[in-house]
């Protein structure tokens, strides 16, 4: 078997060391793995398959003898860097934005659109977090009717945040218990026992940046330029896992019956719809997995053509390091 | 001044409770005030206007000499006290599910359709909370043009779910954050770090009853049969004020700045929209007062004459004791 020198960019990170995770789990043929990240957390130790790892400060020297450069650093870092990845003949598998849009670089989701990897030119795009959950639980409709519109409505966890995040959920939580401070550092309002409609920077237009992605990525993703999105994104005082609210409106009119049966069939995705015996998607069930649930299927009061459903699924795994070590393994295939 | 005799029915949940609050607010015009509970609660002391009051078990002689009846009970108990409350001559303003769509019973937002209490036969019915919530944000819109659909998704608090809701998730918060056992009784699943999308009991179609109540009560309320919405209800680890994400979809387009206009001066509701100072409605900032906070106005991109929005408001105080008391206000003008 073939064997790759990977590096991890960011790698000390939430994404990155998830990214980790995810290499030993998939068994990734890894002849070298490269701990990357920014000069403040050079010289700590990582354990990656029971051996002890240094990680380095990334420089523009630090990729030469790669195969595979996995991206979990911030859009700037993942700009800066690039140049000298792809020039050391390494492909830069980024979950960053910042290749998202570009027309050269393909973005893939590896169930929908695995066959894009094939159009690199030394980078390949990870889809936004709650773009891949969404996708992956309507993908099977989309298969029985080409998708429309989608009107969406986002339960995003603090995780996908980074790090901090979930240590600031504790931080007030800990502090609504015991009577203490409340303090806001990684967002800009209390979370904790709170909902703030509020992720990504505001447009001119009023929505966030985070919000568009789901219509713009969705698009190339699905090789569907006419794809009409509104969405709406909230944060929300849970740990892990984002959840998903979505109306999906298709060409021809669809069934309940006939999506719960693809969904039950579809890769990745777990049909999770028993209302009966108060089964549904929630996030505490679907964190630390790479599935993503589905459930609350039904059809769409409002208009025509529309199946309603709810979906839950772990945005730094499926989200982000799955979702790029399994681009990594289409390109090692 | 006339002053009225009025009566609580389930005085001590929630609801109860905060409508002593809001009569003593409101500097509703009281006689007597006689607070009913059931056998359990009956000998309990609480204060209205610096009086001591002595709760009394309810029962069909409890509302002789009463002018109105304020429920606070069970839709269950709502049912077996109405005739008896109807016979004493009282008139019943009743926060319970069991009256709502009952054709000879007005279902009344003041600000909304007031004069419906006109219509009254002894019971007047207080809506859904949420849908409470949902129609005194987009009544401005309404009344710019007729709303034909609305695609609806809420974040719902727990203290929805009555008295309990609250302590289960402070409970839950606190054995996540000592590290002791989650207990859950009020909510099928753990609630704190978690989402449960189940409110209400579920319908064959796959809705729950709480999730119909949006379009069988919106188009009572609104006076518009054709009303057509999609909710999907969730509950959110929140203690109090439920937010719902909506897309409204009207006759006429409507631009954002005739919206944003008309919101601006519609009673009963606040416009916090001010992205760029990070100003949008959160649960935080509308609980314990009457007002429903309206932002995030902004074009739907999924479908023509469309406006999505974000609404938070107090479901104790204006989804529930709010609403009834300014109904009863409404009978004695």
Known sequence: MKLYNVAILGATGEVGREMMKVLTERNFPVAELRLLASARSAG????????????????????????????AASADLARAFAPAIVKAGAVFVDNSSAFRMNPEVPLVVPEINGDDVKLNKGIISNPNCSTIITLMAVKAIHKLSPIQKLVASTYQAVS??????????????KAIVEGGEIECKVFPYQIAENLIPHIGSFLDDGYTTEEMKMQNEGRKILHQDTLKVTCTCVRVPVVRSHSISVSVYTERDLTVEEVKAAVAKEEGCLLVDDPASKKYPMPKDTSDQDIVFVGRIRKDLAFENGITLWCSGDQVRKGAATNAVQSAQLLVK
């Open 44 to 71: 700590k130790k990582m354990t990656y398959m029971g051996k002890e790892l240094t990680v380095e400060e990334a420089t523009e020297d630090s990729f030469k003898g790669m195969d595979i450069v996995l991206g």
């Open 160 to 173: 996908g945040a980074g790090a901090g995040g979930p240590i600031e959920l504790a931080a007030q939580n």
